[in-house]
Nanobody, 119 residues
Framework: QVQLVESGGGLVQPGGSLRLSCAASRSIFSINDMGWYRQAPEKERELVAT???????KYADSVKGRFTISRDYAKNSVFLQMNSLEPDDTAVYYCKAVRPAWPGDDIYWGQGTQVTVSS
C-alpha cells in the first residue's frame, strides 16, 4: 500500500502561483508514473501532468508553459509548480501513483487539495 498526501492548495489571485506537494508513505523508486489530476465542479476528472520514473513528463495542453511537474526521490514526493494561474484552473487537485504489479498495476490516489483562483 502507498498513501499519498497532497498539500499546498489554497486561494490565489489570477496570475499568481502555487506549489502543490504530494508526499508518499514509502519509497517512490518502485512507482512508475506519478501525476496530478484535477476535477472542477460538475466536470470529469482530467489529467494535468504526469512524470515517469525516468523523468519524462506530459502535460495537458491547457497548462503547458505554465505548470511544471517534478519528482524528488529523496523526499518521496512529487510536486506541481503552477504559475500564471487562471480562474479555469480552479479545481480539486489529486495526486496519483501507479506501481507495477501483476496481473494489473496498483493505482493509488490522494485525498485531494482545493485550488481556487479568484480575485
Amino acid at each position: 500500500q502507498v498513501q499519498l498526501v497532497e498539500s499546498g492548495g489554497g486561494l490565489v489571485q489570477p496570475g499568481g502561483s502555487l506549489r502543490l506537494s504530494c508526499a508518499a508513505s514509502r519509497s517512490i523508486f518502485s512507482i512508475n508514473d506519478m501525476g496530478w489530476y484535477r476535477q472542477a465542479p460538475e466536470k470529469e476528472r482530467e489529467l494535468v501532468a504526469t512524470i515517469t520514473r525516468s523523468g519524462q513528463t506530459k502535460y495537458a495542453d491547457s497548462v503547458k508553459g505554465r505548470f511544471t511537474i517534478s519528482r524528488d526521490y529523496a523526499k518521496n514526493s512529487v510536486f506541481l509548480q503552477m504559475n500564471s494561474l487562471e480562474p479555469d484552473d480552479t479545481a480539486v487537485y489529486y495526486c496519483k501513483a501507479v506501481r507495477p504489479a501483476w496481473p494489473g498495476d496498483d493505482i493509488y490516489w490522494g485525498q485531494g487539495t482545493q485550488v481556487t483562483v479568484s480575485s
